[in-house]
T-cell receptor
Framework: SQKIEQNSEALNIQEGKTATLTCNYT??????LQWYRQDPGRGPVFLLL?????KEKRKERLKVTFDTTLKQSLFHITASQPADSATYLC??????????????FGGGTRVLVKP | DTEVTQTPKHLVMGMTNKKSLKCEQH?????MYWYKQKAKKPPELMFV???????INESVPSRFSPECPNSSLLNLHLHALQPEDSALYLC????????????FGPGTRLTVT
């Protein structure tokens, strides 16, 4: 069965450093991968989307890589700030037979940026 | 306007009650979704509507009944729920069902007593 793994342990990082989060998957060939941020008690907020034929995407201080051979995505937050503290979710997307596209979320990694 | 709104914010209902959750978006999106999220777990897809038609039902029990009255509105009708159905119910929308980002609402915190 499909499995999406994110580091379940919280990532504690000093302000100004780069946070690197991993998302590994098995038994899946996603057409695209997305990263979301979720704060406690709130809905997820979209950050980045990367397609299966893309290697890297950037947006401001965020960078995501996608390696379909390793079945892994890395998510980087550079020059981290305390406001970046949140849970980060990776989500794999693809077509379910002919029914439509579905996003499947990983368990999320909590990031805590200390001043 | 990039907002998805959900009402109510909180809902407490007994196992014999009937209630409805509502979701609205005015971004012109043609795909809308219901997710269920338990504490410290990721969102799990329940239903997908594409162009107002139900396209995906993730084997959700019939006590949950979705409805899409028009392209801006999505409802989730609840009946005879169980305590284990207590969770955060999230609505989302996207431009279409496919390689597009999803915009999530704040969710409805449901408690079944």
């Amino acid at each position: 069965s499909q499995k999406i793994e994110q580091n379940s342990e919280a990532l504690n990082i000093q302000e100004g450093k780069t946070a690197t989060l991993t998302c590994n998957y098995t038994n899946y060939s996603p057409a695209y991968l997305q990263w979301y941020r979720q704060d406690p008690g709130r809905g997820p907020v979209f950050l980045l989307l990367i397609r299966e034929n893309e290697k890297e995407k950037r947006k401001e201080r965020l960078k995501v890589t996608f390696d379909t051979t390793l079945k892994q995505s890395l998510f980087h937050i550079t020059a981290s700030q305390p406001a970046d503290s949140a849970t980060y979710l990776c989500a794999l997307g693809g077509l379910i037979k002919a029914a439509g596209n579905k996003l499947t979320f990983g368990g999320g990694t909590r990031v805590l940026v200390k001043p | 306007d990039t907002e998805v709104t959900q009402t109510p914010k909180h809902l407490v209902m007994g196992m014999t009650n009937k209630k409805s959750l509502k979701c609205e978006q005015h971004m012109g999106h043609r795909a809308m979704y219901w997710y269920k999220q338990k504490a410290k777990k990721p969102p799990e897809l329940m239903f997908v509507y594409s162009y107002e038609k139900l396209s995906i039902n993730e084997s959700v029990p019939s006590r949950f009944s979705p409805e899409c009255p028009n392209s801006s509105l999505l409802n989730l009708h609840l009946h005879a729920l169980q305590p284990e159905d207590s969770a955060l119910y999230l609505c989302a929308s996207s431009q279409a069902n496919g390689r597009y980002e999803q915009y999530f609402g704040p969710g409805t915190r449901l408690t079944v007593t």
